[in-house]
């Protein structure tokens, strides 16, 4: 920017040149000039005052016999004529009178140019601040293809290591690797080892892959560049490429080190897919990157860490072994690991002693390292919204809910008929839920609106799952259906409440009978297709299966929708009492958690003695926050005098330091003594 700012300013000097030259050339007037009127210059004229006369078009300047000079300007040309015949002429024949001509006036060469020049210089100043604009404020002219990798410094990267990943063990075991090659390279060098080329991180949205690269980088302390997929691809063909190139140079001069490209699926999809067969951008920049990955130059030293979740769509020829030697999958924790990412991003959260990890990890299955980052965030922005000093597990269970279904709208007007119409619907959705033997027990049942739903019952599993069967999915269809089928039981009618719960329902059967083999009609053979629209080499995705056999699926599907309906709806007549008494008493205190739902259903209280509970709870939780805030403001008070008694003992030591030592022993001296 200041070389910007340098040549800028060798343009505002030329320019301020040429204007001082301009200035110059015009010159000055010798000696100044009277203005009169035409009358009084005609007078000066007859009574022969004038000693020297200049007429110039309409512009008359006279000297004066005691040497003043005068102008005026004529009307037209008609008076000056009129002069001519009675005072000039008559004056030059009798020597009175010296008529001068004066020099045509031209205008300086230099004042000529002058618009021309202002204008050139004010078009390559224009010029010259776009091209630094489009170059991010600061590039070199047309330095398009100049790659915009961030190099990390190792201040910076060392505030990330291992130690701050958490329940990613097996991941980090295959970058520690790499770490222990970049630090000790000869180890691997004598015997023969290669270290892997490149490492692809493969996970879902939030799974850690960017910070797992962070903490690689700070404990190898090698240079680290960090770059985007989208970074390369440029309105500009050939730009990607010559991106590429000059990333790979830059890293050569700093190697070892670490390139990261985020979300490199961007750039690396599979070739042949686009309008432009082979010769689009996005190809060759690709093309590029498989080039200096693995080709005639050598990269040694430098190691690829790229993360995607879409490695399905990745070109085959990236991920063959000498290019992205690893693929590391970088799942959603398990509850080890969930208590482990607790633990890790509330060490700088006051929590309170109630708030236990283990219970947390339990209640908070599927979610990713950065759900549980924003879910700590929300119950730390809840307490300060009530003025705590201590995150308490009613603020996490709250953020728990916020995270899944959304904010609380308790200001939401709602007629009584559709919180009837709510009621029963969660009510069937909770009983058929419990009735289940395979289905996980229920965690809460609500009928105050979050987010798009009017109410919810969330259903949490006892333990981490990574498959399901035919028995389970049926049942999820089953309780998924339990809504609709209390809403007609109940009220005679259904609403438009229990459509999100129809699509549900119908995609787990489709992928029952299309995408699992769980359909004994149609056997075990796969019939889905991919919903992409732009994948691989297809434009659009087609069907691999007959109208006939699309026929046969559409009513496979069907019928198990039937059953699960029929199964629900049989469930909840046997058990319409119990329908009634949860639907009522949603109605009264309108949440129940699940030792509250689990006691009514197995009837070992009743809906008054829940009710009552409840309203218990609420006034011990109003004195507990009281008796809590009491306890802050007299903390509060408690550390506001401490930091008052400090302030009082520094002004002490400050008065006795600005004490005078001379006066002192002035005043202590034998003379003043005696």
């Keep these: 920017m200041n070389r910007v700012f340098k040549n800028l300013g060798i343009y505002i000097v030329i320019f301020g040149l040429v204007l001082a030259m301009a200035w110059f050339y015009q010159g000055t007037p010798e000696q100044e000039v009277e203005e009169v009127d035409f009358s009084d210059f005609a007078t000066q004229l007859k009574n022969e005052k004038v000693e020297e006369l200049s007429i110039n078009d309409r512009i008359m300047s006279g000297t004066l016999k005691n040497g003043d000079k005068i102008i005026a300007y004529a009307p037209s040309i008609l008076e000056i004529n009129i002069l ?28 000529t140019l002058l618009p021309t020049i202002i204008m050139v210089a004010i078009l390559i100043v224009f010029w010259f601040v776009f091209m630094n604009q489009g170059q991010g404020g600061g590039g070199k002219v047309m330095s398009f293809g100049k790659s915009r990798a961030k190099l990390h410094k190792e201040d910076d990267l060392r505030k990330i290591t291992f130690a701050d990943v958490a329940g990613l063990d097996e991941e980090k075991e295959e970058l520690e690797e790499v770490v222990d090659f970049l630090k000790n390279p000869k180890k691997y060098n004598n015997l023969g080892a290669r270290i892997p080329k490149g490492i692809l991180l493969v996970g879902p949205p939030g799974t850690g892959k960017t910070y797992i690269s962070k903490a ?6 090698v240079p680290f560049y960090s770059i985007s997929g989208s970074d390369f691809v440029e309105m500009f063909v050939g730009v990607g490429a010559s991106r590429v190139r000059d990333l790979f140079e830059q890293a050569k001069k700093t190697a070892p080190c ?20 082979g010769h689009d951008e996005r190809e060759q920049t690709l093309n590029q990157l498989l080039v200096e990955m693995d080709g005639f130059g050598d990269n040694t030293g430098i190691i690829i860490l790229a993360a995607t979740n879409r490695p399905d769509i990745l ?16 799942g959603i924790p398990d509850i080890k690991g969930r208590e482990a990412i607790f633990r890790v991003h509330s060490r700088n959260k006051p929590l309170d002693e109630s708030v236990d990890a283990k219970v947390l990890a339990r209640r908070t299955p599927g979610f990713t390292p950065a759900d549980i980052e924003n879910m700590l965030n929300e119950a730390a922005l809840l307490t300060a919204r009530r003025n705590g000093r201590r995150i308490r597990m009613d603020e996490i269970e709250e953020a728990i809910t916020k995270v899944i279904a959304g904010p609380e709208k308790k200001s939401r007007v709602i007629s009584e008929s559709e919180r009837k119409l709510t009621a029963y619907h969660e009510a069937g959705h909770a009983l058929v839920a419990r009735m289940m033997p395979n289905t996980d027990p229920v965690h809460i049942v609500t009928i105050i609106p979050r987010g798009r739903a009017g109410g919810f019952t969330m259903i949490l599993p006892k333990e981490d799952k990574y498959y399901s069967t035919k028995t389970i999915m049926t049942e999820q269809i089953v309780h998924l259906l339990g809504g609709r089928v209390a809403e007609k039981l109940t009220l005679n009618d259904i609403s438009t409440g229990a459509s999100s719960d129809i699509e549900r329902a119908t995609e787990i059967a489709k992928g029952m009978v299309t995408k699992y083999g769980f359909s004994e009609r149609i056997g075990p053979v796969n019939y ?3 919903d992409e629209v732009f994948l691989g080499k297809d434009f659009s995705t087609r069907k691999n299966y007959s109208e006939e056999m699309a026929s046969e699926i559409d009513e ?7 059953d699960a309906y029929a199964t629900a709806e049989k469930l909840l007549n046997e058990n319409i009492d119990k329908l009634h008494t949860i639907a009522k008493t949603l109605l009264e205190i309108e949440t129940l958690d699940g030792e509250q739902f689990e006691a009514l259903f197995t009837g070992a209280k009743t809906s008054k003695q829940i009710i009552v509970d409840v309203h218990r709870m609420e006034k011990v939780k109003e004195e507990a926050n009281a008796l809590e805030a009491a306890q802050d403001l007299e903390e509060d008070m408690e550390e506001s005098a401490e930091d008052e008694a400090e302030y009082l003992a520094e002004e002490e030591d400050s008065l006795d330091e600005e004490e005078d030592p001379a006066t002192e022993a002035q005043e202590d001296s034998p003379e003043d003594k005696r």
């Design 556 to 562: 496979e599907i069907r019928t198990i929708i039937e």
């Design 315 to 330: 070109d085959s020829a990236l991920l063959r072994p000498g290019r992205f030697d690893r693929q590391v999958v970088i």
């Design 84 to 111: 001519n015949e009675q005072y000039i002429f008559p004056q030059i024949e009798a020597g009175s009178l010296t008529v001068n001509s004066d020099e045509p006036k031209t205008t300086p060469w230099i004042v």
């Design 528 to 530: 889905s297709s991919s």
């Design 216 to 221: 690689a980088a700070g404990e190898a302390g």
């Design 258 to 277: 670490i390139i990261f490209i985020d979300e490199i699926d961007a750039v690396g999809r599979k070739r042949g897919a686009g309008l432009g067969g």
